[in-house]
């Protein structure tokens, strides 16, 4: 039997998280281009135990090593592996200057200094909801991507369970927008909000604290024109989250934007993702933007499975968890999901190990 192909049937027995076999040679290509194992996550985009599982087992196969810096390295049957499978080293041709977004922060400069100057007293992410910010380039980015697609001036904006990023600030700066709901499980956000929106005036944005758990009460259901928000890649989150931004859109033709990473959840979860909103919903997915979201490393991250599976203990020092960012849109007679959430696996559960 081929051997990248055992080896990815192996990792799926050992780890639970589905994978195929050119998981395993993307993780060759990525060990070609990088020795930092978080980077060869970044770059194979699977998530954390499965990468750290095939790393494993090439290891003992005698095909990479790990030196004393903590790189991952090819041995000389890795070369002839790679050579002999004509596998390449991964290249990037994406714009450096919009970092592949293809909606660079610096065309609002203004909104750009403002929101830096006022995030620099921001809350620090804590591990409790699986917090961990968006670069301030990533978080202007998603507002010029929505101003863009018609999603902002006058409209009527939730932000829901992702204020971490700040990304219902950066909307209520603009002052484009009708009204802003900002609704996060995380008290010290929702105040930092709401200091900010009366100092600044912005008397049209206001925050709240929820628990998305909890059903929303019927004066949220069908009031709003976009939602935003960044779930765990769990299924009781991203019914939470998405679902539940949905059931707050007022009609067809609405749009909702969010986040989904491949460092926590896997292709397969990706596909069951996409069928709930096509067949489920009834939304359609007008956009995927992979890589879109960088995150800034979180301080919790040595407490983290992720940290704890890993085949390095060297932690991550440049950014490598990222995440592609969806735009969906209603279609006429598009479902309203709003139940409550009894799911005890609600931040965590096989595929991810970021939280
Ligand atoms: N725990 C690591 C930081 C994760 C931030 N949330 C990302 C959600 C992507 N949908």
Redesign the pocket.
């Known amino acids: 039997m081929d051997l990248l192909f055992r080896i990815a049937q192996e990792v799926q027995k050992e780890t639970k998280v589905r994978v195929h076999r050119r998981n395993v040679e993307k993780v060759l290509s990525a060990v070609l281009t990088t020795g930092d194992f978080w980077k060869i996550i970044d770059l194979s985009d699977i998530p954390v135990p499965a990468a750290a599982e095939i790393v494993r087992r090439l290891i003992s196969e005698g095909v990479l090593f790990i030196d004393d810096s903590e790189n991952i390295l090819l041995t000389q049957k890795g070369y002839d592996l790679v050579s002999e499978l004509g596998i390449a080293s991964i290249v990037d041709h994406s714009c450096r200057a919009c970092e592949g977004r293809g909606y660079p922060f610096y065309s609002d400069k203004d909104l750009y200094r403002t929101f830096v100057e006022i995030a620099r007293e921001r809350p620090s992410?804590i591990?409790d909801y699986?917090?961990?910010?968006v670069t301030p380039e990533t978080t202007i980015a998603r507002v010029l991507f929505m101003d863009s697609r018609g999603d902002l001036r006058n409209k009527e904006i939730m932000v829901m369970g992702?204020e971490?990023d700040l990304t219902g600030l950066a909307v209520a700066l603009t002052r484009k927008a009708k009204r802003v709901l900002v609704i996060d499980i995380d008290e010290r956000l929702i105040d930092f909000d709401n200091r900010v929106f009366r100092e600044l005036g912005i008397d049209n944005a206001e925050a709240m604290v929820w628990d998305l758990r909890n059903p929303f009460p019927e004066e949220m259901i069908g009031k709003f024109d976009v939602f935003i928000t960044?779930?765990?890649?769990t299924f009781a989150a991203f019914r939470a989250f998405i679902g539940r931004g949905i059931a707050t859109l007022k009609e067809e033709g609405c749009a909702g934007y969010?986040?989904?990473?491949l460092r926590?959840s896997s292709i397969f979860r990706w596909k069951e993702f996409q069928e709930t909103l096509l067949n489920e919903y009834g939304v359609v997915i007008t956009d995927i933007i992979q890589d879109f979201?960088h995150?800034m490393n979180?301080e919790?991250h040595p407490e983290?499975k992720a940290a704890r599976i890993a085949p390095v203990k060297r932690e991550p020092k440049e950014i490598w968890?990222r995440?592609a960012w969806y735009r969906i849109e209603t279609l006429p007679g598009f479902k309203r999901w709003n139940e409550p959430i009894s799911d005890e696996v609600f931040y965590l559960d096989e595929e991810g190990s970021?939280?």
Do not use: V
């Open positions: 992410p591990r699986d917090q961990g910010a992702a971490d960044d779930p765990p890649e969010f986040g989904l990473t926590d979201n995150y979180w919790y983290t968890y995440s970021t939280t």
